[in-house]
Nanobody, 118 residues
Framework: QVQLVESGGGWVQPGGSLTLTCAAS????????MTWYRQAPGKDRELVAA????????TYADSVKGRFTISRDNSKKAVYLQMNNLKLEDTAVYYC???????????WGQGTQVTVLS
C-alpha cells in the first residue's frame, strides 16, 4: 500500500520559514516524479514545485520562485519543500503527490496545513 505522509506544517509569521517533508512508503520512490501542491480556502489546488525522479529537473510556480526550494533524498524516500520568506498568501493545505514515470499511476498525501499569520 502506497503512503505519502506530509509533516512540518504549522503557524508562522510573515517572513518566516518552514520545511515540509513528505515520507513515502510502498512504492519504488526513485521511479516517481514528486510534486508539492497547495490549496487555499475557496481556491483550486495549484502546483507549487515539482522534481523529477533523478532530482535534476525542477519546476516552480512563479509565485514561489526564489523563496521555496524542493529537493529529494531517494535513499530516504523523502521529498522536501523548504519555504522561506513566507507570505500571507502562502497559507494553504500543502499536498505531496507522486507520479510513476512509466505507469503514470499517481498518489496523494493527506496534506499538511501551513498558516502564515501576523
Amino acid at each position: 500500500q502506497v503512503q505519502l505522509v506530509e509533516s512540518g506544517g504549522g503557524w508562522v509569521q510573515p517572513g518566516g520559514s518552514l520545511t515540509l517533508t513528505c515520507a513515502a512508503s510502498g512504492l519504488i520512490f526513485n521511479a516517481n516524479a514528486m510534486t508539492w501542491y497547495r490549496q487555499a480556502p475557496g481556491k483550486d489546488r495549484e502546483l507549487v514545485a515539482a522534481i523529477n525522479s533523478y532530482g535534476d529537473t525542477i519546476t516552480y510556480a512563479d509565485s514561489v520562485k526564489g523563496r521555496f526550494t524542493i529537493s529529494r533524498d531517494n535513499s530516504k524516500k523523502a521529498v522536501y519543500l523548504q519555504m522561506n520568506n513566507l507570505k500571507l498568501e502562502d497559507t494553504a493545505v500543502y499536498y505531496c503527490h507522486a507520479d510513476h514515470i512509466a505507469t503514470k499511476l499517481a498518489w496523494w498525501g493527506q496534506g499538511t496545513q501551513v498558516t502564515v499569520l501576523s
